[in-house]
Every structure is written in structure tokens, then in C-alpha cells.
């Protein structure tokens, strides 16, 4: 009587079908993950400086584009994996303070998010494609829309 040692070739390529089956189906959406997961990282970065920016505001501390994002209470993004976060302070009657993360990681490169201080209210608007957009983030591609810093908060 022989003994069976191992598995068929038919059963081996049955299994290679459905890893290849699986894999199809897992690895699109595991690299969507990925860039969600590298989006909203910058966003609470970005939305993490905001109360140090209000605090300063508040206490009549001076602010310009010259103050580090360190001197503002943040921190550096990884810039090799995410991208480079910059601060912008825009002087007259009423200043404005902008915030942006421009992304170089692959399927958002080039993309950015940025929130916009103006006249006491805090805005979100971005170009990244809508599967990526934060919930309370409009898109900027023909008309920027603003979001009032209530909706904002909300994130």
C-alpha cells in the first residue's frame, strides 16, 4: 500500500490560485492604507500647531514666517516617507497664518493640505484626490470652499 507523503501538484496550484486571488485583492488596498495613514499623520501635525498659534496670539507673542515650526510647538514630518510642512504668517489688517503639508509620497506627490487662519477662524482646503481628503478638508481645484472653525474642530 503506498503512503501518501506531500501534496499533488494540482493541489499546489490550487493553493498558488488563491494567494494570487487574495494578493490581487489585498495588496491595492493595504497601499491605500498606507497613504491614508501618511495623510492624516500631516494633518494632525498640522492641526496639533494650532493652539500654540491661538496661545501666541493670545498673549501678544510676536509671529512671523522666520519662527521654526519647533519654535511654534510642532515638530518636523518625516520628509523622505510624508513630505515638508511649512508655516506662513501674511501680514496687513487682518494677518493671516497658513499651515501646509506638501506630500512627496507616491500617489499623493506633489498634493498638499493646508489650514488657513484668517480673521479668527480656522480653514482646511487641499488638492489631494477625494479618496484621500480628510473628512472636514475641501478640495481647491476651480473654487477654494472654507469650512468654519467649528466644522473644523470636529475632525
Known amino acids: 500500500m503506498l503512503k501518501k507523503n ?20 489585498v495588496i491595492p488596498q493595504y ?16 492641526n496639533a500647531l494650532k493652539p500654540h498659534i491661538e496661545q501666541r496670539i493670545a498673549q501678544d507673542q510676536p509671529i ?11 515638530h518636523q514630518l518625516d520628509q523622505k516617507s510624508i513630505g515638508n510642512m511649512t508655516f506662513n504668517y501674511i501680514e496687513g489688517t487682518h494677518p493671516v497664518y497658513e499651515l501646509q503639508v506638501t ?16 480673521q479668527g477662524a480656522w480653514s482646511c482646503t487641499t488638492d489631494l484626490p477625494s ?25
Open 6 to 25: 506531500g501534496f499533488t501538484l494540482l493541489e499546489i496550484l490550487i493553493a498558488m490560485v488563491i494567494i494570487g486571488i487574495l494578493s490581487s485583492i
Open 31 to 46: 497601499q491605500v492604507y498606507v497613504v491614508q495613514s501618511k495623510v492624516m499623520s500631516a494633518f494632525a501635525s498640522l
Open 64 to 74: 512671523t514666517s522666520s519662527l521654526s515650526l519647533e519654535q511654534l510647538g510642532g
Open 103 to 118: 506630500f512627496i509620497s507616491e500617489g499623493i506627490a506633489d498634493h498638499s493640505i493646508t489650514l488657513q487662519r484668517k
Open 131 to 155: 479618496q484621500f481628503q480628510p473628512t472636514h478638508c475641501k478640495a481647491h481645484h476651480a473654487n477654494k470652499t472654507v469650512q468654519s472653525a467649528a466644522q473644523m474642530e470636529s475632525f
